[in-house]
Every structure is written in structure tokens, then in C-alpha cells.
């Protein structure tokens, strides 16, 4: 069945850096584009990055962009996601997130087990 | 940037009931809206995509629909354990956005 299995959070000063990682078993990696979600506390979900199955295309929003950074080894199944010059606003629960799609019609059909990442001095 | 509008924030339902969610998109977005559901703190699961097409596995109580840039999630015959928070996204144009959520209390 199909796995995401994320590592890598924790606590982290703020300006600090961290590289989160996410290995996927069970279906085909490198045919499918790949996301991060994220949930900050008391507050709703928040899309992060994406990337192309075959890691030509890479996607952020504006409030990340220049600071996260997303990347995937296809030989390794594994995903990542690297957060630089943190804020306290960037403290959440990091979702690695798998996608469906029909065409171009799509759905984050699996969901890693979440890891919390806490910006703190 | 797709803004996405949730309607109502809470709502307060009893077992057996209808629950009726709304989304409303800043622009039209053809059928490229996704609803997901998350239980306490639980990761949050797919239910609808394309913005009617059910996910694997989810029953037929959940249905989604659409006319212009409002979307619209029911859920029939609610159950206790429907009690979550509820959200759709977009995925016409970067970025991706959700909505804020809407609380389900069963």
C-alpha cells in the first residue's frame, strides 16, 4: 500500500535552516508530482510547493518563495523539502503529499504522517 | 492569487441529518476543486476531486457539485464521526490555495 514516511522536523532558531524528507513506497514516485502542506497552529491548511514527477518544474507560493526549496531523488523514492531564514510564522505541522490526477484534474490522494517544525530561540 | 470563500464557519448539525458546505472561488476555476476532511489531529484525507468525483473509498453520503465559481460539498446522513474540519482547494492556477475551513460539529 502506498507510504509516505517523513522525517527530518523539529525545533529551530529563527533565520535558521532545516531540510525536511519524505520516502514513498508503494506506488510508482517517479510518475507522480509531489507536494508539501502545511498546518500552522490554530489556523487551516497551507500549500507550500510542488514539484514535477520528473523535477522540471517546481512551484511555490510568494511567502515562501526564495526561502523554501523543493527537491526529489527519484532513484532514492525520496522527497525533501528545505526551509531557510525561518520565522516564527513558519511553525506548522509539514505534510509530504502525493497527487491524483485525471488530466489536469487533481487531488492530494495520500498524506505523510506530518512533522512539526517549531521556529523558537 | 484564487481566493477561495468557506461558508458557513461552524455548523452545528444533528446525526441523520444534511450538512450542506459551501465554497465560493474569486474566478472561475472550471472543476479544478478538491474537498478534504481532517479529523482532530489526524492527517487530512481526500474526498472529492474534479469537483464531484469521489476519492477511493469514500462513501456515496459525500457529494460534490457546482454552478459557476460556487462549489458545494453535502454530506447526507451525518454521523458522529463526521465531525471535522472541512476544506476545498483549488488547483486551476499557482498557487494552489484553500479555503479557511469550515468546522462540522455533529
Known amino acids: 500500500q502506498v507510504q509516505l514516511v517523513q522525517s527530518g522536523g523539529g525545533v529551530v532558531q529563527p533565520g535558521g535552516s532545516l531540510k525536511l524528507s519524505c520516502v514513498a513506497s508503494?506506488?510508482?514516485?517517479?510518475?507522480?508530482?509531489m507536494h508539501w502542506v502545511r498546518r500552522p497552529p490554530g489556523r487551516g491548511l497551507e500549500w507550500m510547493a510542488f514539484?514535477?514527477?520528473?523535477?522540471?518544474?517546481?512551484e511555490y507560493p510568494e511567502s515562501v518563495k526564495g526561502r523554501f526549496s523543493i527537491s526529489r531523488d527519484n532513484s532514492k523514492n525520496r522527497l525533501f523539502l528545505e526551509l531557510n531564514s525561518v520565522t516564527a510564522e513558519d511553525t506548522a505541522i509539514y505534510y509530504c503529499?502525493?497527487?491524483?490526477?485525471?488530466?489536469?484534474?487533481?487531488?492530494?490522494?495520500?498524506w505523510g504522517q506530518g512533522t512539526l517544525v517549531a521556529v523558537s530561540s | 492569487e484564487i481566493v477561495l470563500t468557506q461558508s458557513p464557519a461552524t455548523l452545528s448539525l444533528s446525526p441523520g441529518e444534511r450538512a450542506t458546505l459551501s465554497c465560493g472561488a474569486s474566478?472561475?476555476?472550471?472543476?479544478?476543486l478538491a474537498w478534504y476532511q481532517q479529523t482532530g489531529g489526524q492527517t487530512p484525507r481526500l474526498l472529492i476531486y474534479?469537483?464531484?468525483r469521489r476519492a477511493t473509498g469514500i462513501p456515496a453520503r459525500f457529494s460534490g457539485s457546482m454552478s459557476g465559481t460556487d462549489f458545494t460539498l453535502t454530506i447526507t446522513s451525518l454521523e458522529p464521526e463526521d465531525s471535522a474540519v472541512y476544506y476545498c482547494?483549488?488547483?486551476?492556477?499557482?498557487?494552489?490555495?484553500f479555503g479557511q475551513g469550515t468546522r462540522l460539529e455533529i
Open positions: 503529499v502525493k497527487d491524483i490526477c485525471d488530466g489536469d484534474r487533481c487531488g492530494h490522494d495520500y
Open positions: 508503494g506506488f510508482s514516485f517517479s510518475s507522480h508530482g
Open positions: 514539484i514535477k514527477f520528473d523535477g522540471s518544474q517546481k
Open positions: 474566478q472561475y476555476i472550471f472543476t479544478r
Open positions: 474534479d469537483a464531484s
Open positions: 482547494q483549488q488547483r486551476d492556477s499557482w498557487p494552489i490555495t
